[in-house]
């Protein structure tokens, strides 16, 4: 039976994954049969990372309340919904308000997962899980350019993905009986954590401050990868559409090597040179054309154990009791970043240039860096 729900929970972590880097390769067509400004695209990642920060918040309620397995099982279906919706859609509006039923599924499901995996599983499980996660990024930009290429539109990439999650949610619902249920007496025995209440233990600002930094590089490099190729290197859509995807085979890659490594190095340790080699990638990006695409893959490299390391942490830093509230909490940190930080730059882009798309990533991966070592001093001083 343990294998069996390993198994369901990294289709899980492949459905996590599927939806993420859609709108990113498929923006530089759709913008332009929606009649909108190319900066539009932040809007609707903005009412996502929202919805997200809503339901990441009450993670800790629901958790305790219905189990990590009900919760992964109801989001996922959420998700395929609001993709059925996309594929549908004809409108900007329409998007918009798709995109609502879009964040709830995405934030309830990644705290309440990720926070279940970092109870009851090795970093190097994290790791590998987490590369589940790259295989679906990888897989839905590949579905779109196809898509694209084939003359079928951007409509049918979004019904293709959404066929896929319904079936894996009709998987994860069948596996319910193999989950951990939450215990009714032990739940009401300790309150859920508020946010005062968490801002007050030492690091969680830090921590929450690198994860707010994390999500903004990595949703505006993936947002922004194929227009960025498109408007400042020249590249046709249909082949930068492709390209954006070696930003998640990075990933993927990386999280696949890492998992070998990551119990030694330790989680500290993962971040750190995670960042060092992201801050690489970036200055490969910004050289030229040729360079940039190289540079893609080895941000998503640098990326790889930077997110799965951060969470599976926390328990460690913070005690298991407050865990699912920290996770929640770090992730709607995370989707802030996400839901501001993207945005912004598409106003930068339209009023100064899209070429500042290197300089925008190095600022967060500087923060980034000097944040998680303020932890870590943290850390050490709690440990003395």
């Excluded at 926390?314 to 970043?337: C, D, H, R, W």
Aim: glycine share 10%.
């Amino acid at each position: 039976m343990y294998s069996v729900l390993l198994a369901v929970i990294y289709l899980a972590f492949i459905s996590l994954g599927l939806p993420d880097s859609l709108l990113g390769s498929a923006w530089p067509v759709m913008y332009e049969q929606l009649h909108v400004p190319i900066s539009y695209a932040g809007i609707i990642t903005m009412i996502i990372t929202a919805g997200t920060i809503v339901s990441s918040l009450l993670s800790d309620r629901l958790t305790r309340t219905s189990g990590a397995g009900l919760v992964t099982a109801v989001s996922v279906l959420l998700t395929a919904v609001a993709l059925y919706g996309f594929s549908v859609s004809r409108s900007f509006v329409l998007l918009c308000l798709w995109a609502v039923p879009y964040g709830l599924g995405a934030g309830a499901v990644d705290a309440a997962l990720n926070n279940y995996v970092a109870l009851h599983y090795a970093s190097r499980h994290m790791n590998w899980l987490h590369c589940f996660w790259g295989v679906g990024a990888t897989v839905s930009p590949y579905v779109m350019g196809y898509c694209l290429t084939q003359g079928l539109g951007w409509h049918s990439g979004y019904r293709s993905i959404s066929v896929i999650q319904f079936f894996i949610m009709a998987i994860i619902f069948m596996s319910l009986p193999l989950w951990k249920r939450p215990n009714p007496q032990t739940s009401s025995l300790s309150k859920p954590l508020s946010l005062p209440e968490a801002l007050k233990i030492r690091g969680v600002k830090f921590v929450l401050i690198a994860f707010f930094s994390y999500l903004a590089l990595e949703l505006t490099a993936s947002l922004w990868a194929s227009s960025y190729l498109v408007e400042f290197r020249g590249i046709h859509p249909q082949i930068a559409a492709k390209f954006a995807s070696l930003f998640f085979i990075g990933i993927t890659f990386g999280r696949f090597l890492s998992g070998f490594v990551a119990d030694r190095i330790g989680d500290k340790g993962m971040i750190r040179y995670g960042i060092i080699v992201i801050v690489g990638g970036i200055v490969l990006v910004g050289l030229s054309g040729a360079t940039a695409l190289a540079g893609l893959i080895i941000i998503g490299l640098g990326c790889a154990p930077v997110y799965p390391s951060i969470i599976h942490s926390t328990p460690a830093n913070f005690g298991k009791e407050n865990s699912q509230a920290i996770v929640g909490i770090q992730m709607a940190s995370a989707y802030l970043g996400g839901t501001l930080m993207p945005p912004l730059f598409g106003f930068l882009a339209d009023k100064i240039s899209i070429g500042l798309y290197p300089l925008y990533l190095g600022f967060f991966a500087l923060v980034m860096l000097v944040m998680s070592e303020l932890l870590n001093r943290t850390a050490a001083k709690e440990v003395r």
